[in-house]
């Protein structure tokens, strides 16, 4: 992805290294993700209802899918900065967060057809979440190519900009609204438990929370490195 | 079925997700050393 180069007005890139705090965090994330790990394989009980061990992969896929979503709302918003500043940072924010959005979201649509195969005997099912998430994959893909599209930096970044903030409706509603409007879905009902029961059992929630809190927090750690080299690219082509 | 019982399958995800920390806190280790050049 080329950032493109600053024009004479705009301010040198940033590129100094964050503190040892930062890395300290690194290394605190991975035992976070590390306990839930253990926890959503030898703590939390099995849900009633899934064939075998197969609800163990809730843990990862409904975190993937939640990584995903707060990784597109962060490109929305670090666009309306962009389209209020013109900081090509937050340009570059944007970009990386669409990235990193499309990683997760197409882990999780991976993760989820492998639970499909085994509950609904099936890959691919036309299920209404399977569906919106596919057309949030197209969505944002479509961002990408939006911003290869475009040789002059600051008519990309309004144009991506302006883009990533429709995704501002769009994401919520393919992820929320739309899956719930169909008359039929074989997406368990947002609520899993051991007992089929409305509330959650609480070692499943635990896990599942830490489990959303890790990866959310994965999202930005990734996301910072990914913008630092964009950084670096940007700073070598102000030179050249 | 799962061989090894569902320990194993936890410990090859820890396994997984250590190498992918590792390689990550690498990487950001060759990216401070881009940021340091003049």
């Known amino acids: 992805m080329n950032p493109g180069p600053a024009s004479a007005l705009a301010p040198a890139v940033d590129t100094r290294p964050p503190s040892a705090i930062w890395r300290a965090l690194g290394w605190l994330l991975w035992l976070w993700i590390a306990l839930a790990i253990v926890g959503a394989f030898l703590w939390a009980p099995l849900a009633q209802a899934f064939i075998g061990q197969s609800s163990r992969i809730l843990f990862f896929h409904v975190p993937m899918a939640w990584a995903s979503f707060v990784a597109f709302l962060a490109a929305g918003v670090w666009s309306v ?3 209020v500043r013109r900081d090509a940072d937050h340009d570059r924010a944007a ?3 669409v990235e990193l959005g499309l990683l997760f979201a197409i882990l999780a649509t991976v993760t989820g057809s492998m639970w499909a195969k085994v509950m609904w005997h099936a890959w691919w099912n036309g299920d209404p979440r399977q569906t919106s998430i596919v057309v949030a994959l197209v969505f944002y893909a479509a961002y990408l190519v939006l911003r290869g599209a475009v040789e002059d930096p600051e008519l990309r970044g309004r144009l991506c900009a302006a883009y990533a903030v429709l995704g501002l409706v769009v994401a919520p509603y393919l992820y929320f609204v739309a899956p719930r409007m169909a008359s039929f879905t074989l997406h368990p009902q947002p609520v899993v438990n051991t007992a089929a029961k409305v509330d959650v059992e609480i070692r499943m929630l635990t896990v599942l929370l830490a489990s959303s809190l890790g990866f959310t ?13 964009l950084r670096i690219d940007a700073r070598k082509n102000t030179r050249t | 079925m799962i061989q090894g019982g569902i ?7 820890v396994v997984i997700w250590t190498g992918l920390f590792l390689y990550l806190l690498r990487l950001e280790a060759k990216v401070r050393d881009l940021e340091k050049e003049p």
């Open chain 1, 81 to 83: 900065l962009y389209l």
């Open chain 1, 95 to 97: 970009a990386a967060a």
């Open chain 1, 217 to 229: 927090a994965l999202f930005f750690w990734v996301h910072r490195l990914r913008l630092r080299l």
């Open chain 2, 7 to 13: 320990g194993w399958v936890a410990a090859v995800n």
